[in-house]
């Protein structure tokens, strides 16, 4: 069984950098082909994709936000990492991982997380 | 970067109707288009990849056309459990960008 979960805080402060965690079971990311990617939804919008991180060490980002992101991964661990730095109000959102194992297709998420950016 | 563009924004129908969301991406993303179902509060769900490939589990009342720039999600009749929001999402280039949704709600 496929499981994905995010963890992380669920407020910080404006100009703070977030750490979000995603721990996952029943596949490892150290298989060829699979990846991990992270996807946010602010309140009441649309889904943003944001950036992925392959079994070999491959990285991918959104490009509008490229200069604050950094996806790294633990595969010992079952974990992926996001960081985003410089949060602002406009980054509040539920922020989801998800599995990419069919190339580029989000088959399983997790339950998401919100976080809120406010001082 | 590729942009996607989904019509209508809102769509109000009802049970038994026949429902067609259009998407539409940037440039040409060839088939790599998937279509995902969200209701609130939850994580997306996979309907549709490969823009006609019907994901495992999903009842076949949804299908998906199309190639390169445009592309369609019809719902054949639409059943109370359907009222959701709709996202495409293209998978051509690196990045997974999703379109705008389509919400789909009572008449």
């Known amino acids: 069984q496929i499981t994905l979960k995010e963890s992380g805080p669920t407020l910080v402060k404006p100009t703070q950098t977030l750490t979000l965690t995603c721990t996952f079971s029943?596949?490892?990311?150290?298989?060829?082909?699979?990846?991990v990617g992270w996807i946010r939804q602010p309140p009441g919008k649309a889904l943003e994709w944001l950036a992925l991180?392959?079994?070999?060490?491959?990285?991918r980002y959104s490009p509008s936000l490229k200069s604050r992101l950094t996806i790294t991964k633990d595969t010992s661990k079952n974990q992926v990492v996001l960081t985003m730095t410089n949060m602002d109000p406009v980054d509040t959102a539920t922020y989801y991982c998800a599995l990419n194992r069919d190339p580029g297709i989000y088959r399983y998420w997790g339950q998401g997380t919100l976080v809120t950016v406010s001082s | 970067d590729i942009q996607m563009t989904q019509s209508p924004s809102t769509l109000s129908a009802s049970v038994g109707d026949r429902v067609t969301i259009t998407c539409r991406a940037s440039q040409s993303i060839s088939s790599w288009l998937a279509w995902y179902q969200q209701k609130p509060g939850k994580a997306p769900k996979l309907l549709i990849y490969k823009a006609s490939s019907l994901e495992s589990g999903v009842p076949s009342r949804f299908s998906g056309s199309g190639s390169g720039t445009e592309f369609t999600l019809t719902i054949s009749s639409l059943q109370p459990d359907d009222f959701a929001t709709y996202y495409c999402q293209q998978y051509n280039s690196y990045s997974g960008t999703f379109g705008p949704g389509t919400k789909v709600d009572i008449k």
């Open positions: 991180i392959y079994w070999d060490d491959d990285k």
């Open positions: 029943g596949f490892s990311l150290s298989t060829s082909g699979v990846g």
